[in-house]
């Protein structure tokens, strides 16, 4: 059976009119989400003009315009770079072929971050909405250091699911600014309803489409960077030296070098890419609105893809704190169910921009 959105979940629920009503009862938002400079997140190199909505998220608008999507680099060329990788890993990736010219034919507005845990709250405490892992009572995943994954039945990585961890705990101390994380995908579609609703503005998730174009911004490389796994952790928090000791059995997959952060760090702690977006690799993966599906590129439209009709799971995107070098290129495509929270998993939003009226058709002077 195909999963059912949040929204209409929502709507067919008495719990729908209970948020209906809470949302009504809000007072109107402290401001708009016209544009506005933010104060704290001009990065220098993002020359691009930064903008805040109702709950402090900064946007950037990234132009309209073509890419070549996914990836079709040879195996042979992938274990070069990545020499620690069993071959195996390297042979599955036939989801990032066909490369393709791809056009994003309108202008959007992206999150510059991720989402923070400070703007969830304030989403919560406004709209009285309650994350799906503490909806359900079955909670999220999070880091324990006396968990083995050895001894667990599915041998994952994280403790869980278990109540103690949600968004407010993966089990390691964040701060207000570090990415969210044990969201689900309905968890943001919730989200970017009530943004859509209160703002009068339209937010969304990104297209996967349109996610890889703001992480390559102008490249067609591995990494915003370039090519070369090596310097990645003086441009991400990825799985570094500095997480390395936490799983040792893993150390040989980490990142060389410090980005001196074992998990997530504050949203922007890195330089932005050219198009003055951060984290676009790594610290959190980020939900996007495609159902996932391994051949989808062969048969997407050039123009703006949405990905299959219908799917089982939602494609993610970037890789995280805890992702290996290899799984953080701007190709790769991961996966979950649209349920699914986990540590690793945040997300970013889009704003559409308003688009003017399509200027009527001359009228045709009679002869
Ligand atoms: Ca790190
Ligand atoms: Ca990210």
Do not use: K
């Not at 174009?213 to 990645?232: E, F, I, K």
């Not at 299959?308 to 890789?319: E, I, L, S």
């Amino acid at each position: 059976m195909a999963p059912v959105s949040c929204i209409q979940r929502l709507l067919g629920s008495p719990r729908a009119w209970g948020l209906a009503l809470a949302w009504a009862a809000l007072p109107a938002p402290a401001q708009t989400a016209a544009p506005r400079p933010h104060p704290t997140q001009a990065a220098p190199r993002a020359a691009a003009a930064v903008w805040v909505n109702s709950l402090g998220m900064p946007f950037v608008r990234v132009p309209a315009g073509r890419f070549l999507r996914g990836s079709s680099e040879p195996a042979e060329r992938l274990a070069q770079a990545y020499p620690q990788l069993e071959r195996g890993r390297l042979d599955d990736l036939a989801d990032e072929a066909p490369v393709r010219t791809v056009r994003i034919t309108r202008p959007f507005y992206l999150g510059q971050t991720e989402v923070t845990v400070g703007q969830f709250r304030r989403f919560v405490q406004a709209s009285g909405y309650r994350a799906e892992s503490e909806a359900d009572g079955t909670g999220g995943y999070g880091y324990n250091p006396a968990y083995d994954p050895a001894q667990s039945a599915r041998g994952d990585a994280f403790e869980g699911r278990d109540a103690r961890y949600s968004w407010r705990n993966p089990g390691f101390a964040q701060g207000e600014d570090h990415p969210v994380l044990n969201l689900t995908w309905h968890d943001a579609q919730a989200l970017a309803a009530w943004l859509s609703a209160t703002e009068g503005q339209r937010y969304r998730l990104p297209t996967e489409a349109e996610w890889e174009y703001a992480c390559r911004a102008g490249t067609s490389t591995r990494y915003p960077h370039g090519d070369d796994p090596a310097p990645l952790a003086q441009h991400a928090n990825v799985f570094d030296q500095d997480a390395a000791p936490y799983w040792p059995r893993w150390q040989a997959q980490a990142a060389p070098g410090h980005d001196g952060h074992a998990f997530t760090a504050p949203v922007g702690s890195h330089a932005a890419n050219a198009w003055g977006l951060h984290d676009m690799v790594g610290n959190a993966w980020e939900w996007v609105s495609d159902w996932y599906g391994e051949d989808s590129y062969a048969h997407a439209p050039r123009d703006d893809p949405q990905g299959p009709a219908t799917g089982q799971v939602r494609v993610r995107r970037g890789g995280s704190w805890h992702t290996w070098p290899f799984y953080a290129r701007c190709a790769f495509r991961n996966w979950n169910t649209p349920q699914t929270r986990y540590t690793l998993v945040g997300l970013r939003l889009v704003r559409e921009v308003d688009v003017p009226p399509a200027p009527r058709a001359r009228q045709r002077t009679p002869r």
